[in-house]
Every structure is written in structure tokens, then in C-alpha cells.
């Protein structure tokens, strides 16, 4: 059974730092992509950031300059180190891994972890 699972949110002020880890079990994930969304109140989950099995990296505009993702294949986890806080980085985070390219695709999603940005 494949497991999801993130930990390091909390409540932070601005322009401070929190790094997010995400473990991830069940199945082999050295090739899957590996990211980080996030859901604000009322608004669209979107993507903040993911790396593909080659390092290779993608960032959501507003977090260009401030957030890092990085992976560990071998404890297959993933990070998010998140420096400069904004209180528009409030939100619920959520990891994902998946290869939708793959057919059949796979997609698996953590319960998520809050971030709150405020002073």
C-alpha cells in the first residue's frame, strides 16, 4: 500500500523559514515526479514546486528565489526548505508524486500540512 506522508508546517512570521519533508513508501519512486502544491482558503490548489528523477527542477513564480525542492531517492522523500516567508504562502501544502506519463498512470497525494505566514 503506498503511503503519503508530510511533516514540518506550522505557523511561522514573515520572512521566516520552514522546510517541509515528504516520505513516501509502497513502491518504487526513483523515477516519479515528486512536488509540492498548495491550497489557500478559497482559492484552486496550485503547483508550487516539483523535480523530476534527473534533478531537473520547476517553480511556481512566486516562490521563484525562495524555495527550494530537493529529493533523497534513496529514503524516498523529498523536500521543500522555504525561506523569505510571505503571508501569501499560507495555505495547506500537499505532496504528490505520480507518472502520468506513464500508461496505466499513477498519482498519490499526502494529507497535506499547514503553513500559516503571520505575525
Known amino acids: 500500500q503506498v503511503q503519503v506522508v508530510e511533516s514540518g508546517g506550522g505557523l511561522v512570521q514573515p520572512g521566516g523559514s520552514l522546510r517541509l519533508s515528504c516520505a513516501a513508501s509502497?513502491?518504487?519512486?526513483?523515477?516519479?515526479?515528486m512536488g509540492w502544491y498548495r491550497q489557500a482558503p478559497g482559492k484552486q490548489r496550485e503547483l508550487v514546486a516539483q523535480?523530476?528523477?534527473?534533478?531537473?527542477?520547476d517553480y511556481a513564480d512566486s516562490v521563484k528565489g525562495r524555495f527550494t525542492i530537493s529529493r533523497d531517492n534513496a529514503k524516498n522523500t523529498v523536500y521543500l526548505q522555504m525561506n523569505s516567508l510571505k503571508p501569501e504562502d499560507t495555505g495547506v501544502y500537499y505532496c504528490?508524486?505520480?507518472?502520468?506519463?506513464?500508461?496505466?498512470?499513477?498519482?498519490?497525494w499526502g494529507q497535506g500540512t499547514q503553513v500559516t505566514v503571520s505575525s
Open positions: 509502497g513502491r518504487a519512486f526513483s523515477l516519479a515526479y
Open positions: 504528490n508524486v505520480h507518472r502520468r506519463d506513464l500508461r496505466p498512470q499513477w498519482d498519490h
Open positions: 523535480i523530476f528523477s534527473n534533478a531537473t527542477t
